[in-house]
């Protein structure tokens, strides 16, 4: 009985999901809801979200505060992370250093969206010159590795959260931008965007309202990826020393300290970089999910 309770819902559910409207909010959030790992993936990111909002308020400890004689503690009750070389509590660091890493990673990646997507609508919608220019100084950019070029960036601006942003996000307008020219490319002759010529709509009116909307599909579901690849940038960077310096706690800097201790002391590593996998784990969830209900190919 349980089991045929079981399909009937299931039955319901897609009946539900088919009457929606393909590509509008409902669907896509109909199709997100009933896919498990895009939610544990969205709660883990919200539960990561909050408690590095309220770790100075839930937690004694002040991520900066040393006490040596906690150093190299290991985890307990009064520490569950336990504490670094300096005496500080592992887990307020780890969850202070989630405003750094996400940060990072939403904003390097809504700036490389935005940059992207206007070169790309403006080489994918009026082609000849333009986009001959825009595509070859892409190629320049796009012939050096994203980790590097981002490297490169870092060691010109310096060191910093706002530094780091702009390296991140430099590095990835190249990718974006190609891939709204290539949407573009496969729209801008549709019948809709003539209809919108003849009847003598304006240029930026006809991409803000009909090529645009038409081609963000698979800039989301790459937003949700980029944001991952962003963050573990980030912490890369501050890994070898380009990114946020210590003493503030972001993820990689904490690996970075703590790499000398790995032998004696393996959880200050083990923690911060089990949270970076978890990070990422989780927004490729969500981007896996995002494919799914807006892919045309694969809806039911």
Known sequence: MTGKKKKEAAVENTREVKSLRPGSLAYVWRRISHDPGAMAGMIIIALIIILSILSPYI????????????????????????????GRDILVRVLYGARYTLSIGVLSTAMAI??????????????????????????????????????????????????????????????????????????????????????KCSTPRIIWKHILPNSLSPLI???????????????????????????????????????????????????PGLFIMITVISFNLIGDALRDALDPKLKD
Not at 149 to 169: E, H, W, Y
Not at 228 to 256: N, R, T, V
């Open 114 to 199: 935005v940059i992207g997507v206007i070169i790309g609508a403006i080489a994918g919608y009026f082609g000849g010159i333009a986009d001959t220019l825009l595509m070859r100084a892409l190629d320049v950019i796009q012939a050096f590795p994203q980790m590097l070029m981002a490297m490169l960036l870092a060691a010109v601006f310096g060191t910093g959260l706002d530094k780091c942003i702009l390296a991140l996000g430099i590095s990835g307008i190249a990718g974006y931008a190609r891939m709204t020219r290539a949407n573009i490319l496969k729209i801008r002759n549709s019948e809709y965007i003539e209809a919108s010529v003849s009847i």
């Open 59 to 86: 937690i004694k400890y002040d991520y900066s505060t040393m006490d040596l004689a906690n150093k190299c503690a290991a985890p307990s009750w009064e520490h569950p992370f336990g504490c670094d070389e300096m």
């Open 221 to 271: 579901v790459s937003a949700a990826m980029g944001i991952a690849s962003s963050g573990l940038a980030a912490s890369a960077l501050s890994f070898i020393g380009l990114g946020i310096q210590a003493p503030k706690p972001e993820w990689g800097a904490m690996l970075s300290s703590a790499r000398n201790y790995i032998r004696g002391n393996p959880h200050m590593v083990i923690f």
